[in-house]
């Protein structure tokens, strides 16, 4: 879930939260659950939505894809990476902290694809998923870089480097901190905090009924470099870093001009 406002309604931002949505609840344990509450199936509305193919066709190649594959989709929203995964022949299962993207998910979920309601910060506790994937992929911000500046994103890459065979292969997209500095403030209705590499905007998004809701975006903002030690840090070896954007994955070498880079890395 990537965090740039365009201006029309097929193009707004990923997702968000007004100050007082993301303060604690018994329901809530992270500041995006009432934006996928509100946004539901509208969210596959979105623009950056529209590329799921060509980017799984991209990571086919990156990642060796082959069917039978068992991949963990972390962050999986209601479910379009997975279900194109699952049509290839691959074993899918996405988690989301969620719940009403993982029911949507799970509501036409094609065969090969399950999916369930977890936090993607609790990933690395849960014994079960221990080296029990050839592929994790964490694409469109699905978990990191929602993770802001508390050190949560590291714990959600060491889970998902924890969930890999050895040898098996990781894709993750993260918001490009050189596009953020150079571009958004430029826009207007965004502030980047250069002490924290967080990105704050000040957008809307829109719910099935086409219902607008002013909200805040917290996204975490990367350089290669300190995706490269992140990865280091968890045991995963960078194969390579490059510059994309939503639906148009491919092997450029990181630029400022693109709003992601994507990450694919092998678990030692």
Known sequence: MSARAEGSASDEAHGGSSRSEAEASPDHRHWFEPIADHLGGAYLRYSFTKGTRKE???????????????????GCGPGRHAYELARRGLVVHGIDISERFVELAAAEAPEGATFERLDA?????????HGQYDVVICLCQGAFGLMTANGDDEVVLAGMARALRPGGRLALSAFNAYFAVKYFAVEGGSEFDAATGV???HTEVRNEAGEAKAVDLWTGCYTPRE?????????????????????????????????????IARRN
């Open 56 to 74: 799984i066709d991209f990571l086919a190649d990156a990642l060796h894809l082959q069917p039978g594959m068992r991949v963990l989709d972390v």
């Open 121 to 129: 910060r609790d990933l690395g506790a849960e014994d079960r998923f």
């Open 199 to 201: 990105n704050h905007e």
């Open 227 to 263: 995706l490269r030690v992140l990865c280091r840090v968890a045991g995963l070896e960078v194969e390579a870093i490059n510059s994309v954007e939503p639906g148009g994955y491919g092997s450029m070498s990181p630029t400022t001009e693109t709003s992601e880079f994507l990450v």
